[in-house]
């Protein structure tokens, strides 16, 4: 294994947790305290990415183009990057984004879809970004078929393609089989992106760079969507272990976490019941909050309405989604609870 790049995206994972309210003087902290422990690359947008404040993925406390000045403002070191899914951001909002400060661009797209991608990184590298392509929701295909998507991001001027792990699906095995295949159809980087939902963000991404991955991600106390990232802290003390460390600080990572981040949290990102749920179920992690709020208001049980949900294979996109299906399950258990025999009721002194 070699020493990777790491991207710490406890301001844009992180923002589905914080319901996409960070303040401009909590991204300078967090920015501030990532960039003098060493980390190469900080990301920050709405958890959606660009333009993703929104009535359908949730509206930001602070507009996130304040939120990327600040952080360019804060890192002496780190290059400042944003997310840009196609269909939710634009070519505006990239312009817009390039303006605030973004150096680096992480354009993603279902694992299906990377052709629709080929006019944004286009435009990035007209603006002189560096460019990094996300297959999301990779568990949903093979290795061949996500390297066949990878190359034409690489056609279309990507610098490194991730294997995403949106769902937390994936196993050791899957994490490992999908980076082998992209390292070997590319000629550019490879890099991988890890959920916790069952447990193994760590050792998924272990496996990944077992594979040859160049570029890994990470959270600050796994501070992100579902049941969390990849703690940036463990991800640190690991790589030094392994004697593969890329410079980052270890103890002022763990204090990071443990005094800035870990503070402002509305709660701490495990594999709860839900979130093993996600993994299980393989659906996105971002639909973790809207599920339990949802199932809340219908009377069902949160895991019923994401197992669903995974079997109609709802992707990244779809939130909306989620009121219809649990409408048509809640709709069927009524029929269901209605079609039940009425128990007869016994003669006092008889029997049924």
């Known amino acids: 294994m070699k020493a990777p790049r790491l991207t710490d995206t406890t301001l844009r994972d992180g923002s589905h947790a914080m319901s996409h309210q960070f303040t401009r003087e909590q991204v300078a902290a967090i920015t501030q305290a990532l960039d003098e422990a060493g980390v190469p690359v900080i990301e920050v947008t709405h958890g959606d990415g660009l333009a993703g404040s929104s009535i359908q993925y949730g509206f930001s406390g602070t507009n996130e183009l304040d939120l990327i000045a600040t952080a360019r403002e804060h890192a002496t070191r780190a290059k400042i990057a944003a997310l840009l899914i196609p269909g939710i951001g634009t070519r505006k909002e990239l312009r817009e984004a390039v303006a605030a400060g973004v150096q680096v661009v992480r354009i993603a797209t279902h694992c299906t879809e990377a052709d629709i991608s080929e006019q944004h990184f286009g435009l990035a590298k007209e603006l002189g970004l560096e460019t990094v392509g996300f297959l999301m929701m990779a568990h949903m295909r093979p290795p061949e078929f996500l390297a066949e998507q990878a190359k034409l991001m690489e056609s279309y001027g990507a610098d490194c393609v991730y294997i995403v792990d949106s769902a937390g699906a994936m196993l ?175 003669p006092e002194g008889g029997s049924a």
Not at 240 to 257: E, H, Q, S, T, Y
Not at 267 to 275: E, K, M, T
Not at 291 to 314: C, K, M, N, S, T
């Open 172 to 346: 050791p095995q899957d994490a490992f089989a999908r980076v082998k295949a992209l390292k070997d159809a590319l000629t550019i980087q490879v890099g991988f992106h890890a959920h916790n939902n069952l447990g193994l963000a760590i050792g998924n991404t272990l496996a990944a760079l077992e594979a040859g991955a160049d570029q890994i991600d990470g959270c600050l106390r796994g501070f992100g969507a579902g049941a969390g990232n990849a703690a940036t802290e463990l991800l640190a003390a690991v790589l030094d272990r392994l004697g593969i460390n890329p410079g980052l600080d270890v103890f002022k990572l763990m204090d990071a976490a443990e005094y800035i981040v870990a503070p402002i949290m509305p709660y701490q990102p495990f594999p709860d019941r839900d979130a093993i749920t996600i993994g299980y179920a393989g659906v996105y992690s971002t639909f973790l909050l809207h599920a339990r709020h949802i199932a809340a208001e219908f009377g069902l049980d949160p895991r019923e309405l994401l197992v669903e949900l995974g079997r109609r294979q709802a992707v990244a996109g779809q939130e909306d989604w989620i009121l219809d299906v649990a409408v048509d399950l809640a709709r069927r258990k009524g029929q269901a609870n209605a079609a039940q025999p009425t128990p007869a009721v016994a």
